[in-house]
């Protein structure tokens, strides 16, 4: 707005001093006394204080949420999250703690517990997935001394699961909706009723094969992050009208843990580019913040109107892709950020109505006969009175 202002505010105070001096055209008055009104005028409407307005209330409410544990690349992202009224929010280590557990373990064909959890902890140790470090994580404390192969080539399967080699065999390990699809063979009728069961629980679920057999499958479950519920409820009393979760879970476990914290609406079963699609339908409607942790989030984030990475668990391509970073990985964090850039965006209100009206003052009041000294009082005093008002956001404290 003020770019807007001065591109037309600049070039008419120019115009009106080079009026001024032809004063004595039309008054009875010397060229020395046109020239000390002119030069007075252009003191006055000097938008200095217009000009500082803004930067300095952005440079103090960036310094003010780096002090509580949030980094803001830039002012746009902060005067943005003051805007907003939708937010969408991944599942795994964003509303969840990212520390999934092995739940249930159940063989089918022919394989036994050992045999299942031996092929997914070799296969998962090759990747650094929340949910592959908890099945090695559990898996390796389950089976004890038990020999453990070694797996090779890993691939992952954005959004569905991953792929390897153990021995002379492939290995796939993921979701149920990558099997019978590309050239797989589908789903036994053991393990489908075996995954029906368990997501009917609110469990993750992932298939273990190994060349032709389908050696079982594993449930996991990750708590609700403590303090979620809480944020989400200050987050609604700041005026954020409409929260959800866009998972790439199993519709019945995105609905479990977004009854727990309190969501308005969670979807489940979502590609990356589903998410997108979901972030750019919210973004026709109202300005939409996405949070997120991982490489899958990333896209979404992109196309949000801020982006807000869990830094701490974040991968590095949700760090570099988002406009704000709850270092802490604490949502307790996103009220206040929320809270600061709305006081943010008030006082840059406030610092725009105090430059502009000195101005409207001053500009009349030199061509009326206000010298040239009491004029720079006023317009050098509107200045650091715009400062000090900007620095008030350092003492900022949530309510």
């Known amino acids: 707005m003020t770019d807007k202002f001065e591109r037309i505010f600049v070039p008419l105070v120019l115009a009106l001093a080079v009026l001024l001096l032809f004063a004595p055209l039309v008054i009875d008055e010397s060229f020395g006394e046109s020239f000390y009104r002119s030069m007075a005028v252009l003191v006055a409407a000097s938008p200095c204080a217009l000009a500082i307005a803004t930067p300095s209330a952005v440079l103090s409410g960036v310094a003010r949420a780096a002090r509580g544990g949030v980094l803001i690349k830039g002012g746009a992202a902060l005067e943005d999250l003051g805007t907003l009224k939708a937010m969408a929010f991944d599942k795994t280590g964003t509303l969840t703690e990212g520390e999934p557990r092995i739940t249930e373990v159940i063989p089918t064909g022919g394989a036994d517990e050992a045999e299942l959890l031996s092929v997914a902890v070799a296969v998962e140790r090759l990747s650094d997935h929340p949910l592959a470090q908890a099945v090695v994580r559990d898996g390796v404390d389950r089976l004890g ?5 070694e797996a090779s080539d890993l691939k992952s399967l954005t ?16 979701k149920a909706e990558m099997f019978g699809v590309d050239g797989t ?22 298939v273990v094969r190994r060349g032709k057999r389908d050696l079982g499958v ?19 009393a700041l005026g954020i009208e409409r929260m959800l979760m866009i998972s790439g879970d199993h519709a019945n476990v995105a609905a479990a843990i ?3 914290v309190g969501l308005d609406e969670a979807r489940g079963d979502l590609m990356p580019q589903d998410k997108v699609d979901t972030i750019d339908a919210l973004s026709r409607e109202a300005k939409v913040a996405m949070v997120g942790d991982g490489v899958n989030d990333a896209p979404a984030m992109a196309k949000a109107t801020v982006g807000i990475a869990m830094g701490a668990a974040g991968s590095d ?33 406030q610092n725009v109505y105090v430059s502009l009206g000195v101005v409207a003052i001053l500009v009349p009041a030199t061509i009326l006969g206000l010298g040239i000294g009491p004029a720079v009082i006023m317009h050098e005093g509107s200045t650091l009175l715009v400062v000090f008002n900007a620095l008030r956001l350092l003492g900022y404290r949530e309510v």
């Open 185 to 206: 063979a589908p789903l036994t009728d053991a393990s489908a009723e075996a995954i029906s069961a368990l997501r009917q629980q609110g469990r993750t679920t992932m």
């Open 159 to 174: 959004g569905r699961g991953v792929t390897a080699r153990l021995g002379d065999e492939a290995v796939w390990i993921g």
């Open 258 to 260: 977004g009854k727990e």
């Open 145 to 149: 001394d038990t020999d453990i192969p």
């Open 317 to 349: 391509v949700a760090l570099e892709t988002a406009d704000v970073a709850l270092m802490a990985d604490d949502l307790r964090h996103l009220p206040f950020v929320v809270g600061l850039s709305r006081k943010s965006r008030s006082i840059i209100r």
């Open 218 to 236: 594993i449930g996991m479950m990750d708590t609700a992050r403590e303090g979620a519920r809480e944020a989400l409820a200050e987050l609604r």
